[in-house]
């Protein structure tokens, strides 16, 4: 424990989107902070690869410098905001090793080598807080790994990235492009620097990952999580679900069964009158089912620099606490070995979209292909088209495995002209 005075000295690496607001609010709050840790929160410095560059009113030149392992080896607390794998990774193991806390919201590097991360601090007996790596200003990594420590989480499901349900939404309610909605996304700082890891579902399949960890308490690495993106959502099929009051959005779910835990990221319509369909711009919503507590419901900002640097800043007092006041955050659990299951075994229901041959016989020869596989239809409309008629078939649940060999078995069959999409139907 140090003298409760004596100030806590912040490292800041990388003062972009989030960063420059977390050093802002640092400034403008530091007396509140100061209360509140029961010491003063001083920055030691701000790590950037070009201190010539101009940051804007908020980030004193004063305090930028290019030497980040000698900024990291003064502070009791780094707060890592770069984002990527190197030099995240070395500059967080550096700042460990040195005895220092750290705090980040950098789900990529946690979701490929949180476990080397996570031992590191644990050996060193000091926190590793990442509130805002997971669905930004929310407070959910708190509830999981703390408040639900108690319980036995069986599903989590939601929506995790912001960018994504940015776009999608602009899509919906506005008829807006995939690629202009994308763009004003970039502009609003909800984005990764690359916009690859929100659209093609890698940022979400990352989260997807942590919450999956802490929620099972085994190690859940990306490569576990089914991940599927966005960039083949056509405005086509957007209109598409609207015409039946549903919506597309990316979900990620992670659930625990009796054979394992499954974790997966994909589009999926969602009906109207769900919760989550009403989940617009960049904010994320989340559901937890837990044993004992029964469902909660998590919404908010996902994105964006000053809701990020909210959840920032949370961890940071608290690691401060830890540092002026003595004690320590949770350490990893990871004591669980339940199978993780291929996305073939999950149970869902698909929606087809696709044209089909105009002339008798058609319906039924697209029946056969369904009960081949022992997969139920619920729903059947079909939409009159020029050369073929348009057919959209909604199925009852049934293994994924099953509904791709349906699927494979339509595009082979002379009844259809083509499969135009697949969407799996969630949230019912
Ligand atoms: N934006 C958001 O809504 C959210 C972001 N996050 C996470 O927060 C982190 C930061 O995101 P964000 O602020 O949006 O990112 P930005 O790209 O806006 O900012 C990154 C900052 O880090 C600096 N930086 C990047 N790479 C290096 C490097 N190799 N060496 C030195 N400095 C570097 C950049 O410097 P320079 O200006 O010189 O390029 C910039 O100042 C990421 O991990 C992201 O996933 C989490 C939740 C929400
Ligand atoms: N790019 C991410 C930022 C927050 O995690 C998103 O869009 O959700
Ligand atoms: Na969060």
């Known amino acids: 424990m140090s003298d409760p005075l004596k100030p806590v000295s912040i490292a800041i690496l990388g003062p972009g989107t989030v960063g420059s607001e977390v050093v802002r609010l640092l400034t403008a709050q530091a007396e509140d902070l100061a209360a509140r840790v029961g010491a003063p929160l001083e920055i030691a410095g701000i790590y950037v690869r070009d201190t010539s560059k101009d940051r804007g009113p908020n980030i004193p030149r004063a305090l930028l410098t290019d030497d980040a392992s000698a900024l990291v080896a ?29 705090v980040t919201a950098n789900k990529a590097l946690l979701a490929q080598h949180g476990p080397e991360l996570y031992e590191a601090a644990d050996a060193a007996n000091v926190d590793l807080y990442f509130e805002a790596a997971v669905a930004g ?83 859940v690495a990306m490569d576990d999580v089914y991940c599927e993106g966005i960039s083949a959502v056509t405005s086509e099929d957007v209109i598409a679900a609207r015409e039946t009051d549903q919506v597309i959005k990316l979900l990620a779910i992670a659930e625990r069964t009796a054979d394992g835990v499954a974790v997966r990221v994909h589009p999926a319509l969602v009906p109207m009158t769900h919760p989550l369909a009403g989940v617009h711009g960049a904010f994320n919503a989340v559901f937890v089912e837990a044993e004992s507590a029964g469902g909660l419901m998590f919404y908010g900002q996902g994105a964006g620099g000053t809701p990020t640097a ?3 800043l949370g961890d940071l007092v608290s690691v401060a606490r830890h540092k002026a006041s003595g004690g320590k955050g949770p350490h990893e659990s ?15 229901r698909y929606c087809v979209r696709m044209s089909v041959e105009d002339r008798p016989g058609v319906l039924s020869a697209v029946a056969e292909v369904f009960a081949r596989h022992d997969v139920g239809i ?51």
Do not use: C, W
């Not at 794998?85 to 967080?92: F, G, H, K, S, V």
């Not at 502009?187 to 999956?212: F, M, N, Q, R, S």
């Not at 990871?334 to 869902?348: C, D, F, G, K």
């Open 74 to 102: 003064k502070a009791d607390v780094v707060v890592e905001l770069m984002g990527g794998i190197e030099p995240a990774r070395t500059l967080i193991l550096e700042a460990i090793a040195s005895g220092a806390s750290v």
């Open 137 to 219: 200003a929310i407070p959910l990594v708190r509830p999981v790994r703390e408040s639900l420590a108690g319980d036995h989480i069986s599903r989590i499901l939601g929506i995790v990235n912001g960018t994504t349900n940015y776009i999608l939404d602009e899509m919906t309610m506005r008829g807006l492009d995939y690629d202009v909605a994308l763009k004003q996304a970039q502009e609003l700082g909800y984005a990764e620097a690359d916009p690859t890891a929100d659209v093609e579902g890698h940022d979400a399949a990352a989260k997807a990952a942590i919450l999956a960890s802490l929620a099972f308490h085994q190690r």
């Open 310 to 312: 909210s959840a920032v």
């Open 334 to 348: 990871n004591y669980a070995e339940h199978e993780v299951l291929p996305i073939e075994a999950a149970l869902t």
């Open 378 to 428: 619920e729903i059947v409309r079909q939409v009159p088209g020029q050369t073929h008629a348009g057919l959209i078939l909604s199925t009852y649940s049934a293994p994924e495995r099953d509904l791709r060999a349906t699927v494979s078995d339509l595009e082979a069959s002379d009844a259809v002209a083509e499969v135009k999409s697949v969407l799996r139907i969630e949230g019912e």
